[in-house]
Every structure is written in structure tokens, then in C-alpha cells.
T-cell receptor, first 110, second 112 residues
Framework: SQTIHQWPATLVQPVGSPLSLECTVEGTSNPNLYWYRQAAGRGLQLLFYSVGIGQISSEVPQNLSASRPQDRQFILSSKKLLLSDSGFYLC?????????FGPGTRLLVL | GNSVTQMEGPVTLSEEAFLTINCTYTATGYPSLFWYVQYPGEGLQLLLKATKADDKGSNKGFEATYRKETTSFHLEKGSVQVSDSAVYFCALSDQTWGQFYFGTGTSLTVIP
């Protein structure tokens, strides 16, 4: 069966520090992958999506970037975190017409 | 374009009450429709889905019917439990290129 992993589960980082969040999917190949951010008490904001290795589309211009170095790995990065980057980051993939989500990473920028 | 509008929360109900969370959509094609549930501190879980008009999705006592004539996909449950307390998201899938559109979420609290 297919599963999706995210790590770390929780992260506290100072303003201006770098960021790397990882998402890995098991049990499938060439999935469409997505990064979302959810601010406290808010809905989902699509940040990036990828249809294959090295193929990244950005939905919202900001200080975040994404990369897909391997078929089932999707990485969200930042060179310098802002306070406004705090939130709950969710990775997702698609099977058929349905999107499935990982457990999320809670990021607090202080 | 595509979009989803769902009722504002928060919603507070007593245990065993009837639940309705309204969801309407705008779509250019023939989307699939979904309800996701998010429990505190967790990711989103698929609750139910419907892929064509008049389909009814159901799971764990929750139901929603894909109504093309009213562009709606309202979530219902006849008798809520405390364990149903969560945030519920309505969503649609644009099957043209795999884009998903989410509502803003409705927070439900069920009190004993």
C-alpha cells in the first residue's frame, strides 16, 4: 500500500535560519506531489506542486523553494525564514482523482 | 475558474444532534468532489468523495450527494459524536491537470 512520510514532525527555528522539510512517498511511482501551508486557524494554501523529477511549479511567490531530487522525494526549503513562515506544512500526493496527505510538519519561527 | 465555498464556522453542536455543513462549488468541467477531515494536530484525511453527478459518498455515518443542478456537496450526519470534533474541508479536483481546490474549512465542536 501507499504511504506518505514527513519529517520532522515539529520544528522550532529562529528568524533568518535555513529550512529543509522532507516528504517521501512509498508504494507508488511518478506521483504528482504537492506542498501546502496552513496558518493557524486558516485554510490550505498551495505552495508548490510537481509532476516529476526536477519539475516544480510555484503557486505563490515567496522566500520558499521546492525541489524534487528523486521520484518519490519532495523537499521544501528556505534560505532565511521569516516570522510569517510559521504554520503547518502538509505534503500530499495523488492516486487517481484523490489527494492524500501526510501527517504534516508544524513549524514555529521565533 | 474553479472554486469552493463552504459555510463559515465554528459550529458547536450537542452530542446526537444533526449536522449539515454546506458546500457549493464553481467548476468549468466535471470535477470530482471531496470532504476531508482534520483532527487537531494531524494532516487531512479523506472522509468521502463523489466523482459524478448524483453520486452519494458516505463514510462513518457521514453522507454527501453531488448535486450538479445546485452545484452543491453538503455534508450531513444524523447523529454527531464528541469524536467528530474536527475541521472539515470541502474540495474539488480539476481532473484536467490534477489541481485541487479547497474550501476554507469549518470547525466543528461536539459537546457532551
Amino acid at each position: 500500500s501507499q504511504t506518505i512520510h514527513q519529517w520532522p514532525a515539529t520544528l522550532v527555528q529562529p528568524v533568518g535560519s535555513p529550512l529543509s522539510l522532507e516528504c517521501t512517498v512509498e508504494g507508488t511511482s511518478n506521483p504528482n506531489l504537492y506542498w501546502y501551508r496552513q496558518a493557524a486557524g486558516r485554510g490550505l494554501q498551495l505552495l508548490f506542486y510537481s509532476v516529476g523529477i526536477g519539475q516544480i511549479s510555484s503557486e505563490v511567490p515567496q522566500n520558499l523553494s521546492a525541489s524534487r531530487p528523486q521520484d518519490r522525494q519532495f523537499i521544501l526549503s528556505s534560505k532565511k525564514l521569516l516570522l510569517s513562515d510559521s504554520g503547518f506544512y502538509l505534503c500530499a500526493w495523488v492516486l487517481g482523482e484523490t489527494q492524500y496527505f501526510g501527517p504534516g510538519t508544524r513549524l514555529l519561527v521565533l | 475558474g474553479n472554486s469552493v465555498t463552504q459555510m463559515e464556522g465554528p459550529v458547536t453542536l450537542s452530542e446526537e444532534a444533526f449536522l449539515t455543513i454546506n458546500c457549493t462549488y464553481t467548476a468549468t468541467g466535471y470535477p470530482s468532489l471531496f470532504w476531508y477531515v482534520q483532527y487537531p494536530g494531524e494532516g487531512l484525511q479523506l472522509l468521502l468523495k463523489a466523482t459524478k453527478a448524483d453520486d452519494k459518498g458516505s463514510n462513518k455515518g457521514f453522507e454527501a450527494t453531488y448535486r450538479k443542478e445546485t452545484t452543491s456537496f453538503h455534508l450531513e450526519k444524523g447523529s454527531v459524536q464528541v469524536s467528530d470534533s474536527a475541521v472539515y474541508f470541502c474540495a474539488l479536483s480539476d481532473q484536467t491537470w490534477g489541481q485541487f481546490y479547497f474550501g476554507t474549512g469549518t470547525s466543528l465542536t461536539v459537546i457532551p
